[in-house]
Structures are given as C-alpha cells and as structure tokens.
C-alpha cells in the first residue's frame, strides 16, 4: 500500500530526483516508487527548472475559524426570535445578518447555504399553504361535494 500525504508526497520527489540523478530511467523509478511514469516525468521537468515545488491551491481560506463555526451553531439552535428577528425561521440572509453581527464577517447570502452544510445544518423548506383556506370547510368539500361531482360510472359498467 502506498503511503499517503504531503510527508509521502515530498519524500517520493526527493527520491525520484535521487535515483535519477543514479541514472535510473522514469520508468524504472516509476516501478520503484508505485506511481505513474507521467507523474516522474512532470516531478523530474520542475526539479530541473530549479523552482521550488508549491502545492495546488485547496480553495480559500474560510473567514470565520473552527471556533466561530462552532459558535454559530450554538447561535442557531438559540432561534431567530432569541437574536432579534420576527419570525422562528432561519432564512440565509438571516444567517448572513447574524454572522457579521456577531464575528463581523460578511458572506454573501447565496454562500450561507455551504456554511450551513458546514456546520451540519440541512436546508428546510415550509410546505406552502394558502392562509385564507378554512381546514374544516375544506374537508366537508372532501368529503360530501367532491363526491357528488365526480364522474359515475354508466349502466353497462365502469
């Protein structure tokens, strides 16, 4: 099994640079070290242009640290009358509110859904329902006429 990581990752480049220079050939090496003759080949062109090695960028940085997140959290499950808002319901520009009330820290509203998922939040989304709607008269329309002007099936069958 191949060892993994940025340790195993540099020491597999210091040895590729090693048995080159012992004048092993890329695919050789490649064999000795477990990894692909493509990637001793691309290790290879960047030791000899002689600049150092940088990894890939692993996105940005967050702006608020793991300490924040978990703060957050807490804030959260408090519930949005509890930090000032009319209303129980978390929407994300809520979240974005409370964030930079709290760390100074502004997000944009359509990233406070990853910052959610972040910390273990799922979105909901309420069930529409019409306020004007009485439920009692509603259910009697269920019940007796919606019956009556369904469809009846003729004299020779349905």
Not at 48 to 70: D, H, I, N
Not at 101 to 130: E, M, W
Request: proline share 3%; charged share 30%.
């Amino acid at each position: 099994m191949r060892l993994k990581g940025e340790e195993a990752s540099d020491f597999r480049r210091s040895r590729i640079v090693e048995l080159r220079k012992q004048g092993k050939t890329q695919q050789a090496i490649a064999e000795v070290l477990g990894c692909s003759q493509a990637w001793v080949s691309k290790v290879l062109k960047q030791a000899e242009s002689g600049l150092p090695y940088t990894r890939k960028s692993r996105g940005k940085v967050a702006l608020l640290a793991k300490e924040q997140f978990a703060q957050l959290a807490e804030l959260l499950k408090q519930g949005a009358i509890a930090h000032g808002f009319g209303t129980d319901n978390w929407t994300r520009e809520r979240v974005c509110a409370l964030i930079y009330q709290k760390f100074c820290v502004r997000y944009h509203p359509a990233h406070a859904s990853n910052i959610l998922s972040k910390i273990g939040f799922t979105r909901q989304k309420p069930k529409r329902k019409d306020y004007r709607r009485d439920a009692a008269e509603n259910e009697a329309w269920l019940k007796e006429r919606l019956p009556a002007a369904q469809k009846k099936p003729g004299k020779k069958g349905g």
